[in-house]
């Protein structure tokens, strides 16, 4: 599934890019886990860790459509104890006009799925924390670190690093 993009045809991903049109960002499944004393801690000593991957994607090319099922999770931790999590999955559609190479696909859903979909999922942290009676702060903005010199050279300003994270498996319900 992971396409890597030093192997990628600068030219064949930059026209998929212009050729494809996001159709709809959908909310497939979600998991929300509470302990108790979370209530009582205050989230800002809490350690986050958000990962975010691509989980499958596929191409219909003689409908010329383009589908990923990107899973992010976010996990707090006060110390070693896990006090809170929440999980999702989306499932993104594009329509591509013309012909599109697979691996080009694959690496736009990894790349530009994942941004559009993660501002959703910051969306539902921020509803589902309030409703259980949080005051967390949002999760980070996505951001990507300069891919050479010659980019950092001509990036104006910089907001952060690269959130990359390996895909997790889904766990098995109980």
Same mark, same amino acid.
């Given at each position: 599934?992971?396409?890597?993009? $030093?192997?990628? $045809? +600068?030219?064949?991903?930059?026209?998929? #890019?212009? @050729?494809?049109?996001? @159709?709809?960002?959908?909310? *497939?499944?979600?998991?929300?886990?509470?302990? +108790?004393?979370?209530?009582? %801690?205050?989230?800002?000593?809490?350690?986050?860790?958000?990962? !975010?991957?691509?989980?499958?994607?596929?191409? /219909?090319?003689?409908?010329?459509?383009? =589908?990923?099922?990107?899973?992010? &999770? #976010? #996990?707090?931790?006060?110390? @070693?104890?896990?006090?809170?999590? %929440?999980?999702?999955?989306?499932?993104?559609? =594009?329509?591509?006009?013309? &012909?599109? $190479?697979?691996?080009?696909? /694959?690496?736009?859903?990894?790349?530009?799925?994942? %941004?559009? %979909? =993660?501002?959703?999922?910051?969306?539902?942290?921020?509803?589902?924390?309030?409703?259980?009676?949080?005051?967390?702060?949002?999760? +980070?903005?996505?951001?990507?670190?300069?891919?050479?010199? /010659?980019?950092?050279?001509?990036? &104006?300003?910089?907001?952060? *690093?690269?959130?990359? !994270?390996?895909?997790?498996?889904?766990? +098995?319900?109980?």
């Amino acid at each position: 599934m992971s396409q890597d993009s $030093d192997k990628m $045809d +600068p030219q064949v991903y930059n026209s998929l #890019v212009a @050729r494809a049109h996001l @159709r709809s960002i959908r909310l *497939t499944a979600n998991k929300f886990e509470m302990k +108790p004393e979370a209530l009582g %801690i205050d989230p800002d000593a809490w350690q986050n860790n958000v990962t !975010a991957g691509v989980m499958e994607s596929f191409l /219909e090319s003689e409908s010329g459509s383009l =589908y990923g099922v990107l899973g992010f &999770e #976010v #996990v707090c931790r006060q110390g @070693r104890k896990r006090v809170l999590s %929440i999980s999702a999955t989306y499932l993104v559609s =594009y329509k591509i006009h013309g &012909e599109c $190479d697979q691996g080009a696909c /694959e690496l736009f859903v990894q790349r530009v799925g994942k %941004i559009a %979909i =993660y501002p959703y999922f910051r969306t539902l942290v921020a509803t589902l924390t309030s409703q259980a009676g949080l005051l967390m702060r949002p999760l +980070p903005v996505l951001s990507f670190a300069p891919r050479s010199v /010659e980019s950092a050279a001509n990036l &104006e300003q910089s907001s952060g *690093t690269l959130m990359e !994270a390996k895909p997790k498996k889904p766990r +098995p319900s109980r």
